[in-house]
């Protein structure tokens, strides 16, 4: 009597093999998407973050300043595209708050301030910090300030800021990953 024996199973087919393999490479591209897909919304995320420090911080609270200021400072070196000073009681206290604003050559926006009594005394002594470290309004030329007099005219005449403007366009310029980017604010000065 003859037994037939039962095929043993070794192995795969290569319809199992190919069925496999096609299962392995559809998983394989659905997380590589996914990869891509967390990586390019990390880079988003990074550049939105990176234009909010650079940008949007600085530009809110040039505009705080420049709205409630009450005397624009012409003494030297005056008013400039890239420098303003100007004064504010913000808090309401009587004591002046001096605020200095400047685009410098080496990438910085700088606010200093400080705080003088009615006496002349220093309550709060001048305070400087960079806003932004990345700033290229100098190196791309594109004015910090721009001043506008009540007939919508830009004045061209720094001279002439501190007893015609009322109302200024800001624009702040960075550069992120090789590429410019700037926003621009206009904001008008409440107090004149």
Not at 79 to 87: D, G, L, P, Q, S
Not at 114 to 142: C, K, L, M
């Amino acid at each position: 009597m003859t037994m037939r024996r039962l095929r043993t199973d070794e192995g795969f087919t290569l319809s199992e093999l190919v069925a496999a393999l096609g299962l392995l490479g559809i998983i394989l591209a659905a997380t590589w998407a996914g990869f891509q897909a967390s990586h390019n919304y990390s880079r988003l995320s990074d550049r939105q973050g990176w234009f909010a420090r650079e940008v949007s911080a600085p530009l809110l609270q040039i505009e705080r300043v420049l709205q409630q200021q009450y005397r624009i400072d012409s003494t030297s070196p005056g008013v400039t595209a890239y420098r303003i000073k100007c004064e504010t009681d913000a808090d309401n206290d009587g004591n002046r708050e001096v605020w200095e604003i400047t685009a410098t050559a080496d990438h910085r926006l700088v606010l200093s301030n400080a705080e003088i009594r009615q006496d002349g005394s220093y309550e709060r002594a001048q305070i400087s910090y960079a806003w932004s470290t990345h700033n290229y309004n100098v190196q791309t030329s594109t004015p910090l300030f721009r001043f506008y007099d009540k007939a919508g005219n830009l004045i061209t005449d720094m001279g002439d800021v501190p007893s015609k403007a009322i109302r200024a366009v800001v624009t702040v310029v960075t550069v992120y990953d090789g590429k410019q980017f700037s926003d621009s604010k206009t904001i008008l000065f409440r107090n004149r």
